[in-house]
């Protein structure tokens, strides 16, 4: 009788002390001191920083990229004109942007490969001296308001960034990618085309 009472007794300590570790605990004043002077941490979902519309990219295809820079409205030079024939429409997602064709080709990047943009996957692409001026002039030109960079593989828009996200570090474009391993397999496709 004695080791049932003592196998009893050991099992409620070890309920006690877990409820206690647990915050399950009685009214111990120094338990209720430390909850009233420490605030309350609360898990907060993770937000991408920047919105961007991202897709994966076809493991086949031959790596043809292009980089258009266009806008959701029209230039106020192409409303008041009739229509020259040179701006296009490309869909991405739900949103139609109004672009004048392609700015960048494949012939416009030296290579690409995998990095990384505010903790997000990427497709880097270095971009020739003439690439590089053709991207930096179309997106601080004062033609279009609220412009937009779509990145397209294959005649596919797989990624939309904001001008700002579009600025280049030493003739780097960074565009956002899903995943680590798709920014590979484009950058892959794009270095095969050579």
Known sequence: MKLVQILGLTALSVALAGCETLGFGGSSSSA??????KPVQVAQPVVPATKTDARL?????NGDIEIYV???TQSNAS???KSTGKETSIKSGG????TSGALLSREDVKTAFVAKAKDQPALALRLTPAGATKLKTAITGKSNQHKVVLASMNKSVFSTLSTSEAALE????L?????LVNARDAADLIRAKR
């Open 70 to 72: 266009g806008s959701v």
């Open 175 to 179: 565009i956002p990618m899903l995943t």
């Open 57 to 61: 990219v076809e493991k086949k295809g």
């Open 79 to 81: 409303k008041n004109k």
């Open 32 to 37: 209720a001191e430390n909850t009233e002077n």
């Open 170 to 173: 030493d003739g780097v474009l």
């Open 95 to 98: 949103q139609t942007y109004v």
